[in-house]
């Protein structure tokens, strides 16, 4: 299966700690896209990379937060200090941006509790 | 400021009868518009996608949509449902014209009973 894989699936952490989750995309997309999804509602875009270079971050995207995608491939979300308000999906979806059109294709989440 | 509104949190229909899941759009430029499902434990599927073609957009599943730009709607219809199609439904919208994040509605979980 060629598809967006993300690891973990779960984490459980105490709040304070770090945690870090991997994104990897689709081969040969250029675009990759982190989004959060709380519960009963939809998912909110965070920040997303065109390649290696991260173009734009979501207000919701605190400075606890950081988003890498070193060589253009996979990328990381890592969270510092966890707070119970951080308990969420962790979406990301993978693209190949040819002019305007664009489909985004999305992993199966990461979901993390903060107790 | 683009924004999608899912007029029904909650839909519920017997299998075999029509389905409809309703979503009215805000943009200042002409949108792209999608439906994306997702099913417990799984990741979000796209249905379908307009993009300024045809305003009858047909998807996977035998799910379509129709592109009103007079009415602002983007509603998703089935003509017969099935219990795989429980699930929560995802009106989405982004700008064309340069292309970024997409903006999620607030979901429909349609429920199908025997």
């Known amino acids: 299966d060629t598809g967006v894989s993300q690891d973990p699936r779960h984490k459980i952490t105490k709040r304070g700690q770090n945690v870090t989750f991997r994104c990897d995309p689709i081969?040969?997309?250029?675009?990759l896209y982190w989004y959060r999804q709380t519960l009963g509602q939809g998912p909110e875009f965070l920040t997303y990379?065109?390649?290696?270079?991260?173009?734009?971050k979501s207000r919701l995207l605190s400075d606890r937060f950081s988003a890498e995608r070193p060589k253009g491939s996979f990328s990381t979300l890592e969270i510092q200090r966890t707070e119970q308000g951080d308990s969420a999906m962790y979406l990301c979806?993978?693209?190949?941006?040819?002019?305007?059109?664009?489909?985004?294709?999305f992993g199966p989440g990461t979901r993390l509790l903060v107790l | 400021a683009q924004s999608v509104t899912q007029l029904d949190s909650h839909v519920s229909v017997s299998e075999g009868t029509p389905v409809l899941l309703r979503c009215n759009y805000s943009?200042?430029?002409?949108?792209?518009l999608f439906w994306y499902v997702q099913h417990p434990n799984k990741g979000l599927q796209l249905l379908l996608k307009?993009?300024?073609?045809?305003?009858l957009v047909k998807g996977i599943n035998g799910f379509e949509a129709e592109f009103k730009k007079s009415e602002t709607s983007f509603h998703l219809t089935k003509p017969s449902a099935h219990m795989s199609d429980a699930a929560e439904y995802f009106c989405?919208?982004?700008?064309?014209?340069?292309?970024?994040?997409?903006?999620f509605g607030a979901g429909t979980r349609l429920a199908v009973h025997p």
């Open positions: 943009s200042s430029y002409s949108p792209s």
């Open positions: 081969s040969e997309h250029n675009r």
């Open positions: 307009y993009t300024s073609a045809a305003t």
């Open positions: 989405v919208v982004t700008p064309s014209g340069g292309y970024n994040k997409l903006i």
């Open positions: 990379f065109q390649n290696e270079a991260q173009l734009e």
């Open positions: 979806a993978s693209s190949f941006s040819v002019g305007t059109e664009e489909t985004q294709y």
